[in-house]
Nanobody, 126 residues
Framework: VQLQASGGGLVQPGGSLRLSCAAS????????IGWFRQAPGKEREGVLC????????YYVDSAKGRFTISRNNARNTVYLQMNSLKPEDTAVYYC????????????????????WGQGTQVTVSS
């Protein structure tokens, strides 16, 4: 069972990146998938989540209107499209998964995730 995050890199302010989170060993179709990030010296925070059935939940207001999460269950992959990137978006980005339960998105906190990807570095700098 594994989540593989990829797509990070160095980008200038205002630029875009698309992160991917590919699952192996289990099917994402029944899982809620969240993206978290951890900047140097800060705690890991949830950015947004896509539920298996209930849509998208944003946990960081600054991501609204700039970040879009989508899933391709046939490819067992979730994507994070990040546009209009800012230096404050610089962090290691992690994807995480938890079985959908109840209403909303089950991956809302670090402790709620069952599986974690290894993280991919996103650096926004001129």
């Amino acid at each position: 069972v594994q989540l593989q995050a990829s797509g990070g890199g160095l980008v200038q302010p205002g630029g875009s990146l698309r992160l991917s989170c590919a699952a192996s060993g289990f099917a994402l179709v029944s899982y809620d998938i969240g993206w978290f990030r951890q900047a140097p010296g800060k705690e890991r925070e949830g950015v947004l989540c896509i539920s298996a059935v209930d849509g998208v939940k944003y946990y960081v207001d600054s991501a609204k209107g700039r970040f879009t999460i989508s899933r391709n269950n046939a490819r067992n992959t979730v994507y994070l499209q990040m546009n209009s990137l800012k230096p404050e978006d610089t962090a290691v980005y992690y994807c995480a998964a938890a079985v959908h339960s109840g209403y909303g998105c089950s991956v809302s906190t670090v402790s709620s995730a069952k599986y974690w990807g290894q993280g991919t570095q996103v650096t926004v700098s001129s």
